[in-house]
């Protein structure tokens, strides 16, 4: 709770101030309630510094036996053929820069039955070590045996970063291990740096409206989930092995509590993944109608690629859900991004800034969307798309 010195005026300024209405004034003197979270807000307003946060009064744990960068590799399983989901290639790669940082190790930890055959490609994007927990109890995602696995590993190991995909699994994983330690999550992460020996985590705030940094100093592991499509795969090791830790490590009885009676795979959806593109034609609401978003459709079997939309053109029922691209739909990383009558807010340019060209048709001239472009056209595009197409028809010729 917040520190209430005698130098109190009760100017009450801190009681509008503090965003949780844990003060207030009681014979002209601010008192705090149990709703206090000690963000601070009322310390700085305080025109007498009669406000403080408390000292801890206690050393700070020594954080110096974590070491180590770890990436949680999924598997992927579609019914037909288990795979590395490419997300954990893009944490590896991000995890090599961070671990470089440190001056630490990379390590991967990938749980299942018969996961022998992904060692070398993993191993090729910088692993300098593998932590495999193999067994057929764990040929299926169980929450309790995966989260039991991973916590045992991490207890013994001590790692100082612990990155997972923000995958339904990893979404599911990362909290369970998050509250089993007391350690802090930060969900959905767009970028990842290190700055004074701390992992600085950044992600939308605010519904999106702001970029927040968060770190965490005082507890370790540092734990995030990235989602797919954030970071570059790069390949910075070919022809290198990591050293392999087996690690026996029994399923919990309280894993039995779940049992999968049955799997039902839907069918691959027809066409290209969004996520998998390489090229993107996106639309907005200033597309209107189906007519609009039949050019684009156009325009993206002339380029090989695939159409996405913006949550406007969801919600008017332009393009189904799993095509939205955005903060609350699919990131996508392609490497031409067409943006259609799209503003640009926060929200969707966090889906698709990471793509190499970014081109953005907007009749507005001051849009955000033309702030993350590399090439932009001012106009209605469902003037301009036609004579793009007619272009791309000629060029192909």
């Given amino acids: 709770m917040i520190q209430i010195s005698a130098n109190c005026v009760g100017c009450g300024k801190c009681v509008s101030t503090c965003p949780f209405g844990a003060l207030s004034l009681v014979n002209r003197k601010a008192v705090a309630s149990n709703a206090c979270t000690m963000c601070g807000a009322c310390v700085s307003v305080c025109p007498v510094k009669a406000l403080s946060l ?8 020594d954080l110096s036996a974590y070491k180590g960068v770890w990436v949680f590799i999924e598997i992927s399983d579609d019914g037909q053929t288990q795979k590395v989901r490419p997300v954990g290639f893009e944490l590896l790669s991000k995890g090599r820069e961070l671990a470089d940082q440190l001056g630490e190790e990379l390590c991967a930890v990938v749980i299942g039955n018969n996961i022998q055959p992904y060692f ?4 090729q994007y910088g692993t300098d070590k593998i932590y495999a927990v193999e067994s057929p109890a764990y040929a299926r995602y169980n929450t309790a045996a995966y989260a039991n696995a991973m916590v045992t590993l991490i207890k013994k190991y001590n790692p100082s970063v612990v990155l997972y995909p923000s995958t339904y699994i990893g979404r599911d994983l990362s909290p369970r291990i998050s509250s089993e330690l007391f350690v802090g999550l930060t969900a959905d992460c767009t970028g990842l740096s290190i700055k004074e020996g701390n ?12 970029m927040a940094d968060i770190k965490c100093p005082d507890y370790r592991p540092q734990m995030s989930t990235v989602r797919p499509n954030v970071f570059k795969k790069v390949a910075t090791t070919p022809g290198k092995m990591a050293q392999i830790v087996n690690e026996m490590i029994s399923v919990p009885a309280e894993a039995s509590r779940v049992r999968i009676i049955n799997t039902h795979m839907d069918p691959p959806a027809a066409g290209m993944k969004l996520d998998e593109a390489e090229v993107v034609i996106a639309g907005g609401r200033g597309m209107k109608n189906q007519e609009g978003f039949n050019l684009l459709e156009t325009l993206a079997d002339e380029l090989g690629g695939t159409v996405g939309a913006s949550r406007a053109a969801i919600d008017l029922g332009l393009k189904p859900k799993d095509q939205q691209i955005g903060q609350s739909g699919v990131t996508v990383s392609a490497k031409l991004y067409v943006a259609c009558a799209i503003s640009g807010a926060v929200q969707h340019v ?3 800034e990471h793509s190499d060209v970014i081109i953005g048709i907007n009749k507005d001239a001051n849009a955000p969307i033309f702030n993350v472009c590399k090439y932009g056209l001012v106009g209605d595009a469902h003037q301009i798309l036609p004579r793009i197409i007619e272009q791309v028809k000629n060029a192909k010729k």
């Fill in 350 to 352: 966090v889906g698709m």
């Fill in 120 to 123: 070398a490609e993993l191993s």
């Fill in 199 to 210: 992992l600085i985590q950044t992600r939308p705030a605010f519904g999106g409206n702001i």
């Fill in 54 to 61: 408390p000292s801890t009064g206690a050393a700070k744990k």
